[in-house]
């Protein structure tokens, strides 16, 4: 059975940081893109950061690019989002993820197979 386990959610004033972490079990970890969608109330999901271990792969979202850096650890079977530089607009509720595709975080036809339960981010002014 496939579990995502996330951590690291909180409350941040603007400009601040915070990591998120995200435990994988039930599949090997270095052959699947992992990484981290968001949704805001009223908003529509967004990809926001995935990365594959074997092939090396990153993407970002324009939105979070060059504030966010994501990073994996194989032995821990753990991903890490490091949020810097928190904006406001960066407050939602994120979702650990994980699919053999890594265009799962981008495409407009299909999402990732597999989801944790979510941490809430929030970011005031």
């Known amino acids: 059975e496939v579990q995502l386990v996330e951590s690291g959610g909180g409350w941040v004033h603007t400009g601040g940081s915070l990591r998120l972490s995200c435990t994988a079990s039930?599949?090997?970890?270095?052959?699947?893109?992992i990484g981290w969608f968001r949704q805001a109330p009223g908003k529509e999901r967004e990809g926001v950061s995935c990365m594959t271990k074997s092939q090396g792969q990153t993407y970002y979202a324009d939105s979070v690019n060059g504030r966010f850096t994501i990073s994996g650890d194989s032995a821990k079977k753990t991903v890490y989002l490091h949020m810097n530089n928190l904006k406001p607009e960066d407050t939602a509720v994120y979702y650990c993820a994980a699919d053999p595709d890594y265009s799962a975080w981008y495409s407009d036809y299909f999402g990732p197979a597999h989801w944790g339960q979510g941490t809430q981010v929030t970011v005031s002014s």
């Open positions: 039930g599949f090997t970890f270095d052959d699947y893109a």
